[in-house]
């Protein structure tokens, strides 16, 4: 297995408060890994560390380090602008920009400089494709984000993450606003794209881990309890703590 | 009993407010009333259009031309000072420097600013434009005096406006690798734009109907022409009502001449409103 991603004890903190305790565990490329764990775990503060989301506050600092391309992401010259064009992100709650599905998609693209038309109608095409939206938008290019279904605006945003051609996608519980048949087909969009990028995923529902994960962190505590291939660790977890967490016992 | 008492305190409570509500519509009635029966007999095409002139006895003449010139160039010329300056600075305020010490002080300034009287600005701006900066009486230095007054509601509207939008937008933005700057002028300045303008809008309104501000700074009672370039002095709508009510030869002859010019002001500052009206209307719509 290739790894893509090397987390080494790392933690976080906000202020005082301490999140993410040594973490460490390596994450394979081109396969999907999903963070589970209870409510308040750190999973979601993990993710956000990873494209440096949480930089943007005032008392947020970590340790350790996060090798991505044999450059560690936490330093502070790495150029974060770059860090999150190559790890793109999909949020909790489907925010598309209020503009056009078009201009939607096109916005990386153009924040980074790429202007020609035909590049930019190329990419919204096989980006809306791979978020399997394109057949029920091709039409309506230029209507307003706002105007579609939930669902449908939660694959936009991962089209719009997609546009930039990332090496990671960060989906932080994406299905968790949308009604279950949204979900099903955003986890298939995932399944599918995970053959060309490395996806890591934050859910609290198991199921959907089991369905979708080829590998599974179980935090708990803002501590990694037990790192493995999802299976393993669904059906024969090493820690009596996941198997706790697995049977319901608490979460 | 219980039920009939607090029904009669709920009818004396509406009672009360009626009156007060009906009392207030009076007031601002009569206020319009008083100024449009005085003033409609002098109202035609001629008025807007052509020079004051007065006659022998001091009764003034013709139309007021130059003064709605004057003022359309002072209040143009002051927002295209501080719309830009304003809208940066509220957004600076609100995208970069959401939090601190130094930024709550400065906030607490710019709302100060707001509330300083308006001669104090003509004082300032005699200070500063007219004498330091050798601009001398003119538009330009009547203008940058205005633009000082305009621009704290500018800064504040902007600010809000750009705080209201939801952060989960931003974080989209910086998720796809966008610098600060671009999330705020291509996401939230776009969303809060309409916002913005009703700021903008409540500031010309404002600076086109202010007298002390201009009075030190640029503004004259008479021209016999138009103005032609800023670095003269001007008429201004605001400034002709004072003058022709205080210093004219004539003033009771001059007075619903002077009524006219507060019917065009007042239709110029209702038109204005309307379009704040409408572009509210229009951020509903969008953030629905």
Redesign the interface.
């Given at each position: 297995m290739d790894v893509e991603l090397k987390i080494e004890n790392l933690s976080v903190y906000f202020g005082q408060k301490q999140i993410l305790d040594s973490i460490s565990f390596e994450i394979p490329t081109k396969s999907i890994t999903a963070i589970i764990g209870p409510s308040g775990c750190g999973k979601s503060t993990f993710l956000r560390t990873i494209n440096r989301m949480n930089d943007r506050f005032d008392d947020f600092h970590s340790k350790g380090s996060i090798i991505f391309d044999g450059k560690d992401v936490l330093s502070a010259d790495y150029p974060v602008e770059e860090l999150r064009r190559k790890i793109g992100m999909v949020f909790q709650k489907p925010n598309p920009f209020p503009k056009s599905i078009y201009e939607n998609v096109v916005f990386g693209l153009k924040i980074h400089g790429v202007k020609e038309r035909s590049v930019l109608d190329e990419v919204v095409k096989s980006s809306l494709e791979a978020a399997s939206l394109y057949e029920q938008v091709k039409d309506k290019l230029s209507m307003n984000a706002y105007k579609l279904s939930g669902g449908q605006q939660q694959r936009l945003c991962i089209a719009r993450a997609l546009a930039v051609k990332p090496e990671i996608l960060l989906l932080d519980e994406p299905t968790s606003a949308i009604d279950p048949l949204a979900a099903k087909q955003i986890e298939e969009v995932l399944e599918q794209i995970s053959k060309e990028i490395t996806i890591l995923i934050v859910t609290h529902n198991i199921q959907q881990a089991a369905r979708i994960a080829d590998y599974i962190a179980f935090f708990y505590m803002g501590k990694l309890v037990e790192f493995g291939k999802a299976e393993k660790l669904l059906n024969a977890p090493d820690e009596k703590l996941t198997d706790d967490y697995l049977t319901g016992m608490y979460g | 009993m219980n039920f009939k008492k607090r029904m009669i305190k709920q009818r004396i409570a509406f009672l009360i407010l009626s009156v007060i509500s009906i009392g207030i519509l009076f007031a601002i009635g009569s206020i319009f009333f008083v100024i449009f029966v005085n003033g409609l007999g002098v109202l035609n095409w001629k008025f807007l259009i052509s020079i004051t002139s007065f006659d022998f006895k001091g009764i003034p003449h013709g139309g007021i031309g130059p003064a709605i010139v004057g003022t359309f160039m002072v209040t143009g010329l002051g927002l295209a000072f501080a719309v830009p300056i304003g809208i940066l600075a509220g957004i600076y305020l609100s995208e970069y420097r959401s939090?601190g010490k130094i930024f709550n002080v400065l906030r607490i300034m710019v709302a100060n600013l707001a509330g300083v009287p308006s001669v104090v600005h003509g004082l300032f701006g005699l200070a500063v434009f007219v004498i330091l900066f050798r601009f001398g009486l003119s538009i330009l230095s009547a203008a940058l005096t205005l633009s000082i007054l305009a621009l704290p509601i500018i800064i504040m509207t902007t600010e809000n406006a750009m705080r209201d939008i939801p952060s989960?937008?931003r974080?989209?933005?910086?998720?796809?690798?966008?610098?600060r700057w671009?999330s705020a002028l291509?996401?939230i300045l776009?969303?809060a734009i309409s916002k913005i303008m009703t700021g903008v809008i409540l500031a010309s309104a404002r600076i086109a109907g202010e007298t002390a501000p201009i009075l030190f700074t640029g503004a004259t009672l008479y021209l016999a022409h138009y103005p032609t370039a800023i670095n003269q002095q001007f008429m201004a709508l605001p400034y002709m009502i004072y003058g022709l009510m205080t210093t004219s030869m004539n003033i009771s002859a001059s007075m619903n001449f002077a009524y006219g010019i507060a019917i065009i002001l007042i239709i110029l500052i209702t038109l204005m409103n309307i379009a704040i009206v409408i572009l509210r209307l229009r951020t509903r719509k969008?953030s629905s």
């Open positions: - | 939090k989960d937008l974080e989209a933005a910086y998720a796809l690798g966008a610098k671009q291509f996401v776009p969303v969008i």
